[in-house]
C-alpha cells in the first residue's frame, strides 16, 4: 500500500505564503513524478506543477512566477512554496506521484487526500 499525506495547508491573508508538503510512504520502490494540483468550489481540478525525480520543473503558464515545487527524494517528499497568495488560489491542493511499489508490476498514479488552502481578501 501506498499513502500521499499533504500538510501545511490553512488560512493566509492576500499577500501571504505558504509551504505544502506532501510525504509518500509504503511499500515504495520507486518514485518518478511528482506534482501538486488543485480544485476550486465548482472548478475543475487543475495542474499547479510538476517536478521529474531529477529534478526537472514543469508549471502551466498560469502558475509561474509565485509557485515553486521541489522534492527531497531522500524523504519522498514534496514540496510548494507558494508566494503572494491571492483569493483565487483559494482550493483544495492535491499531491500526485508516479510510484513503483514492490508489490505491483509497473508504474501506477497516487493522489493524497488533499489540503484546503484558503486565502482572504
Known amino acids: 500500500q501506498v499513502q500521499l499525506v499533504e500538510s501545511g495547508g490553512g488560512l493566509v491573508q492576500a499577500g501571504g505564503s505558504l509551504r505544502l508538503s506532501c510525504v509518500a510512504s509504503g511499500s515504495i520502490a520507486s518514485i518518478n513524478a511528482m506534482g501538486w494540483y488543485r480544485q476550486a468550489p465548482g472548478k475543475q481540478r487543475e495542474l499547479v506543477a510538476t517536478i521529474t525525480s531529477i529534478g526537472t520543473t514543469n508549471y502551466p503558464d498560469s502558475m509561474k512566477g509565485r509557485f515553486t515545487i521541489s522534492r527531497d527524494n531522500a524523504k519522498n517528499t514534496v514540496y510548494l512554496q507558494m508566494n503572494s497568495l491571492k483569493p483565487e488560489d483559494t482550493a483544495v491542493y492535491y499531491c500526485?506521484?508516479?510510484?513503483?511499489?514492490?508489490?505491483?508490476?509497473?508504474?501506477?498514479?497516487?493522489w493524497g487526500q488533499g489540503t484546503q488552502v484558503t486565502v482572504s481578501s
Open positions: 500526485n506521484a508516479e510510484i513503483r511499489t514492490y508489490t505491483r508490476y509497473g508504474w501506477s498514479g497516487y
